[in-house]
Every structure is written in structure tokens, then in C-alpha cells.
């Protein structure tokens, strides 16, 4: 009898090794489907510590190309990075349509690591369980699958695996001291994981394997791997539906309505350009040592005076305390991600200032207008934006947008000067003339967009700039008196 | 007379003035100049603390458009930074084409300043002396325009100067320990400067300014700059001649004389397998701690099997500890910039492991057949490559070459397998089937790439796959036996 169980027991791990080699050849002839579909995956594993995240990742890996899957570890994030939204981190690291990311413990073991050991309050708790549900959702409506898996052992096994690898000198190294207080805190640990679970399965279900039986585990979730792939592309590529949250707004006027008669004459400029970049100028130290993130947006009609209104700016800070990111069309490999993500990858530092020349709004404006994506990306981006520029500002920066306006004989007077002044000739192309021709389009796309973002955390400006002069004045006060109100309320934001 | 002496100063001050908004305006005719001749611009700002190297910026970046350059800050680098080759800070903010980079001091106080602190030896510093002359010199080869300045102020003018910054409050936290170290070894600093220069000015000039007068300094760099951009743009964008240095070779066969008969049975394939890869796995665990670097670099026919190769040494690798990074055609930001740019930024850090799947080489191969860079550029790779190879290990990087190699027909068997096979179609492009036709070309050019780049510090490995199998234990034994002499070498190693 002994020698049958011994059998079967030899015959079962066997049937398991071979179903396993089954599913990564699976794999292996998806990764191409994937790539064909452009559907790209993100898989999330979390766990206790020894749960066997790290071997997990290697099987499932182990069949697949390289050039197709990432594989993100759970670094200690160097100093530099926690200078950045939480997120930051993951965003960062999505993968291109068509392809992989595994996240070997991600933004879950984050956020409750954090709390648990007091480094963020319960209400930035909350916060960033809110904005991985908007992560996750984004993610989602934009076309990735994601698949977030749990990997659970109990407080014994999680005892014998620790104990194991502690005591062989080759694996002594791998056991932190986070590790064993974790194992220590156990029952703690188990009622935050489950918290955070309960509470983030909006956009994408959490599975929970067993790891206490290796083997299993790794077929478990290599079939729902692949069987989620498999869903994916037989539904084709998501694309989500507009979600609508009821951000508190101010009111816009219409472009329309707005007076652009404005205007300041040039003793009076000069004084009070002076003063305000002095001031800026002290601010800029400020924030710089209370380490507040600033966000300056600059979007407006071409000829409008944007880029001598940034120079006004930027005349004031010091140049290792600020960053310019022009933004132009997307590259490839900016292309295939979420439309946010070449701006993720571009926020400035905490204490830095960046001062986006055109910005994320492209999506609602030339996109929308020239087709480059679906109706519903853009109709969904108002409400994306609005998150995205709210998880800014609960970070602590300063959001600012400035909409450079101009009506239309300005613009066509400062095109002609532009087109017939051989110095300035470079900064005229036959898209700009396109653009002006439509005008009209456009115009209603920015009410649109004025009216749908400007929220009261990160608002709008609407800069009159037929007198350029009057403009960068108008631009100069605003930031000062944000950044003068941004320092008196440091504390206040930073003990919330 | 007094007042006439007080009117002369009043008119100097305005004529200097005057001079340096003509400069600044000049720049910003030249910047659509540079954009044009896709000329890129490096400007090296060194100096003493306090000497003003931050206003001075600022003066040259006042009118330029934003979109146009790039200001690097004397960042204290973070501890991730510090795992990485010395030059990866900087090499990574090089301009692109048309673009200029400012830096707020860079690697020559990097290297001062970590002798003078006794951070690096003396042999590492010549090392760094050394890597500095051919980044200059690569720079220049391969089009940058590089200008060099030092702001010097003598040491009672350094000396008022960090007391009236330490004494205002709002200033004093910019005064850091270090210059305040600096200034008590003004004389040990001063000798170690100019030993720098003295040693560093091959492959593009020094200018010292006087900083102690702050407006005619700024007059002098402005002057200097638009100069040299304005001779820059006359005689257009530099290329330079193949420049050799004797490297120490490790002779190589022909790719025609070398035997493809060797294979390995089913049975001796699997035992070795198991035993190679447990011990990569242990060796992975002890570079991880040592932080060695690890570098293998794939090169080798189409179908050759270099994609099975790779992944039976990953299937050995703990998926936090390595990356592969495979290399299609460059990105357009990156083919406008040193061709060896995108292989900076994709370096590993200390203890990691990064296998590039086709690498560098592509320079002296397909770029070079295809005519995708002048016949001068690719002919200046060798030694640009060996340079590159010498810094990593320099660094203590092990760096592994490997060339799998196939005869004819059996390319042409398994590409007609791939082309019979519906999983593997994926796999054939016409393009490999173009490639083939050239295969006398690309073998003249592979034995000239093995010959001048089979360096004894990052030698190349023929790995005969006629037999996929044989293939891969080689390659597994001389990555294993490679990385048991980096163990038992580190410490003489770190010594050095």
C-alpha cells in the first residue's frame, strides 16, 4: 500500500511539472498574440515575506522572451525616489502595449508597510488607497490587463521559510529586519493586507493563492495567467467608458467673453517686473528648502507669448532649482502607454519647480481635434486629468495653469511679423496656419476643457495677452501669490 | 573730476551691459543656427564655490528658448547614482543634436573633490583623468561642440563671499560643509585644479575667467561661448578621424576556420545543465553581495539560438538581480546622440547582472553594412567601443562577449523551419531573409569586429551552435568560470 501511495505521490508531481511546462508553453505562443493585439499586461505579485514571490516570477518568466517582459523589483526606493509621488515608482515602469511588467510586490506592500510602521498617517492611508483605485482603474480603461495576485502563507510556514534561509549562510543576506518584524506582527499584518484587498478590487480582483505548497502555487497562477491573457484577447483591447467624479470647480468664463484689452504701459511694467521677480526669486529659496513641488502649465494659442512669458519666469529662479519640459509629439515608445505617462516620467522633484510648455491638455485639444485618439480616450481624459492633478496636489505641489490667450487679428498680426522677419521666421511652420484655420474647432474645445479642470486644487488661468507685457505681469502675480500661500500653509499640509 | 570719474564708471557699467545683451541676443540667433546644423553644445561650467557659477548660467540661459538646452545641477549625487560608472551622471545629460547642455560644475570637481577627500586613490583618479580625455575626445569625434571654463576667484574673495551668503539668513543654507572645507584648503584645492587642467585639456581647451568681477565674467563667457558656436557653425559639424590606441588582444580564428562540429548528447546536456545553473545561482547570490557588475553582451547570426541561449542562463538568475535588454533600432532621441548614449543609460548597476541581446557592436556590423553611419563613424567605433568596454571594467565590471555562431545551412534549415512552423512565423522577418544575402559582407565585417575588439579585459567567445545545446553549456561554463575569478579576484580588486 505504502509503495502505491509513494507511486501516486511521484506520478501527481510529476502531472504537476508537466501541467506547468503546459501553461508556459501557453505562454510562450501568447506573448506573440499579445504583441499582434497590442495588449499589454501587468501582473502584480504581493505576499508575505517567503511567500516565494521571487521563484514565482522566475517560472513564470522562464519561458518567455526578453524582449517582451520586465520584471520590476521591490528596491528599497533610494532617496531620490521618495522624492516623487508614491506612485511614481510603478507609473515609471509600465510596460509598452504588447508586452509584460511583473511587479515583484508593488504599490500594495508600499502603502501597508507605510502605515503599519507610522511613516504615513491613516488619512494618507486613505489617500493612496484611493488613488491605486484610480491607478488601477486608469489602467484598466486604457487598455491594460492587469492581474494582481496574493500570495499567501500562515504565520508557521512563513516561521520554518524565514528560519530556513536565515540559517544557511548563502541566504542569511535576504532576510531583512523588515522581514522578521513583519513575522512578528503578524496578525497585524494579515488584517492591513486584507483591508487593503477589501478595498481595492474596484477596477481589477485580487486572487490569493496558496504558497505554502510551492509547486501548486506556481501552476495556480500560471493558468490564471494565462487564462486571463486569453480572456483579454479574445475580447480584444478595453477601451473604457468616460467616469465621471464631481470635482469641486470654479466657474470659467467663455473664451469668447473674456476682455482682452488689458494692457500696461512700460515704466510701470519694468517696476513692477522687477519686484515681482525679486520676489520670486526669494520664494524660489523657499520652497526650495520647505522642499514644495511646483507644477507651472503653460498652454495658449500659438503666437500667443508663451514661451517670453516662461522666460520672464524663469529669469528668477535659480537655475539648479527649476526644469522646462517642452512637450512635443509623443515618441514610440511614449505612444504605446497610458497618454499620462510621459508626464509622470517628467515631474519635477519635491522643492523643484517644472514648467510644463504645453502639457497633458494636448489630449483634449490637438488629439481630440486631429484624431489621434478615439473620442472616448479623450472624453475620458477630463476626469483622468482631474486625478492625476489631484494626486499632484495631495503630494504637496503647487498646481498652476495658465491658458496664453489671444484673439484671432493678434495671432495673425504676430504670424505675419513672424513670417516676414528672417530672424523669427523658424518660429512660423504651415502647421501653425493649419491650426489657425481651426480656430473656431479649437476654441470650443477649450471652453470644453476650461470648464471640465478647472478644479479649485489645481485651476485655470486665462492670461490676456494681446499686451504681452500686461500677460506676464498678470502670470508673475499669480505664481507669487500661490507660492507666498503654498509656504504659509506648509505646515498645515504637511501635519495633515 | 570726481564727477567725471563717476560718469566714465556709470558708462562702462552701461557699455558692459549693453555688450552682454548683444551676446545674449546673438545666442538667440544662433540657437535655429545650431538647430539647423544639428550641432550639439556642451558647456563645461567649473569653478570655486561662491565664484558664481549658478548666476552665471543663468546670464547665458536668460533669452534661449527653453526647448533648446538643458541645465545639469551639481546634484549631490543619490546613493543609486554612486552604483554606477563615474561618467553615467554626465554621459546621460549629453545635448542632443542642436541642443545645448550646461553644467553647473561637473566632472572635473567630481574627481578633485573625491581625491582631495581620499575617496578614490591615486590610481583611480589617473583612471578618471584618463576616461575624461576620451569622453572629451568621443564628444568632439563625434560632433559636440565642448567649451571648458573655470571661474576662479582668489581666496579673500571666496572668503567675503561665503561669509556674506552665511550671514544672510536666506541664503545660508546654499553655503554647504564642503565649501566651507574648500576654502580651508584653498591652496591643496588650487594645486589640484590646475593639476586637472593641465591634464585634461587634450581634446578640448580650458578658459579660465576671473570671477571675481561678476559682470565682466559673464561678458567673457558670453563672448567665449558665442564664439566658439559661431566658428562651430562655419566650419560645420566636426567629424573626427579613426583615432588607436593599442589595446592588449586576445587573438581570434576567422569565423571560417572555426570547427561547428562539436555537440553534446541528451543525457550529458541535462546533468550539466542542472549542475551549471545551480552554480550560477549560487555565484548570482555572491555578486549580488560583492556588487560586481555583470555585463554579457549576445551577438550572433540570425536563428542562430542566441534567444534559447539566453534564457537557460536567466532560468539561473533571481529576477531582482538581472535584466535583459534587448536592442532593436534606435529611438529617434537616441540617434541624436552618441551611438553609444542608449548603451550608457542602459548600464546595470553595482551586483546586478544585464545581458544585452545585441549590443554595441551593431555600430561595426549593421550600421555599418547597411551604411546607417559614415564609413569614418563606424571606423572610429573599434576604438571608441574598446574605450567604452576598458571604463566598465575599470569599474570592476565583468564584461563577457559572446558570438554565437551558426554555419549557412543551418541558418537556412531553421529559418525554413520558422517559415513552415505557424508558432514560430512570428520569429522570420524578410529582413533576416535580406540579411542572409549578405552574409559574405557581415562575415568580413564580424572577423574585423572579433580581431580589433577582442580585448584581454572584455574578451569575445566563439560559441559553435550548430548544436543549440553544446551552444549553451559552453557559454554556461565560461560565464561560470568568469564569474568564480571576479569572486576570488574582488578583493585585490577594491584594493587597487
Not at 521591490?74 to 511614481?88: Q, T
Not at 508557521?156 to 522578521?180: G, I, Y
Not at 512578528?184 to 493563492?209: H, N, P, Q, V
Not at 521677480?277 to 498652454?299: D, F, M
Amino acid at each position: 500500500m505504502l509503495k502505491d501511495f509513494e507511486k501516486k505521490k511521484r506520478e501527481d508531481k510529476e502531472a504537476l511539472g508537466a501541467e506547468i511546462k503546459g501553461y508556459q508553453s501557453t505562454l510562450l505562443g501568447q506573448q506573440q498574440l499579445l504583441r499582434d493585439a497590442k495588449l499589454p499586461v501587468i501582473v502584480l505579485i504581493e505576499g508575505w515575506a517567503a511567500a516565494g514571490k521571487g521563484s514565482l516570477i522566475k517560472e513564470l518568466i522562464s519561458e518567455i522572451d526578453p524582449r517582451f517582459y520586465n520584471v520590476v523589483s521591490p528596491v528599497v526606493l533610494p532617496e531620490a525616489d521618495e522624492r516623487y509621488p508614491f506612485l511614481y515608482h510603478y507609473v515609471k515602469s509600465i510596460p509598452e502595449y504588447g508586452k509584460i511588467t511583473f511587479f515583484d510586490s508593488g504599490w500594495m506592500e508600499n502603502v501597508v508597510r507605510k502605515f503599519l510602521r507610522h511613516e504615513i498617517t491613516k488619512t494618507e492611508y486613505r489617500r493612496r488607497v484611493r488613488q491605486v483605485n484610480e491607478f488601477e482603474r486608469q489602467l484598466r480603461n486604457g487598455g491594460y490587463l492587469v492581474v494582481k495576485i496574493f500570495l499567501h502563507i500562515d504565520k508557521d510556514t512563513q516561521f520554518e521559510r524565514l528560519r530556513a534561509l536565515t540559517e544557511a549562510p548563502e541566504t542569511e543576506w535576504r532576510v531583512t529586519r523588515e522581514d522578521l518584524a513583519q513575522h512578528k506582527e503578524y496578525k497585524r499584518y494579515m488584517e492591513a493586507y486584507d483591508e487593503f484587498m477589501e478595498k481595492s478590487g474596484e477596477a481589477s480582483a485580487w486572487y490569493i493563492l496558496d504558497g505554502s505548497r510551492r509547486k501548486t502555487a506556481v501552476r495556480d497562477a500560471m493558468k490564471l495567467l494565462v487564462t486571463r491573457i486569453d480572456q483579454g484577447l479574445r475580447s480584444g483591447k478595453f477601451v473604457g467608458d468616460p467616469y465621471y467624479e464631481d470635482f469641486p470647480l470654479k466657474e470659467m468664463p467663455k473664451l469668447a467673453d473674456v476682455d482682452l484689452s488689458p494692457s500696461i504701459d512700460d515704466e510701470e511694467y519694468k517696476k513692477e517686473l522687477k519686484k515681482l521677480q525679486t520676489r520670486l526669486s526669494e520664494l524660489h529659496n523657499i520652497i526650495y528648502r520647505k522642499k514644495i513641488p511646483v507644477i507651472l502649465c503653460y498652454e495658449g494659442w500659438d503666437a500667443a507669448g508663451k514661451g517670453g512669458n516662461i522666460r520672464r519666469v524663469t529669469y528668477s529662479l535659480d537655475p539648479r532649482g527649476f526644469d522646462v519640459r517642452p512637450i512635443a509629439s509623443p515618441l514610440p515608445h511614449e505612444l504605446n502607454r497610458h497618454f499620462l505617462w510621459r508626464f509622470w516620467t517628467r515631474l519635477p522633484r519635491t522643492g523643484h519647480i517644472c514648467i510644463f510648455d504645453r502639457t497633458w491638455y494636448g489630449r483634449v485639444m490637438v488629439e481630440r481635434i486631429e484624431g489621434f485618439c478615439s473620442e472616448k480616450d479623450s472624453e475620458r481624459a477630463y476626469n483622468e486629468i482631474n486625478e492625476f492633478e489631484r494626486m499632484l496636489t495631495d503630494w504637496g505641489a503647487v498646481v498652476l495653469k495658465f491658458w496664453i490667450h489671444v484673439d484671432k487679428d493678434v495671432q495673425l498680426a504676430r504670424f505675419n511679423d513672424r513670417q516676414n522677419t528672417p530672424e523669427k521666421q523658424w518660429k512660423i511652420t504651415d502647421e501653425d496656419w493649419r491650426n489657425r484655420e481651426k480656430w473656431d474647432e479649437y476654441e470650443t474645445a477649450i471652453d470644453e476643457m476650461l470648464e471640465k479642470t478647472c478644479t479649485k486644487n489645481a485651476p485655470w488661468y486665462i492670461i490676456e495677452s494681446n499686451d504681452k507685457k500686461y500677460a506676464r505681469i498678470k502670470t508673475l502675480k499669480i505664481i507669487v501669490k500661490a507660492l507666498e500661500k503654498a509656504c504659509e500653509d506648509h505646515f498645515e499640509r504637511i501635519m495633515e
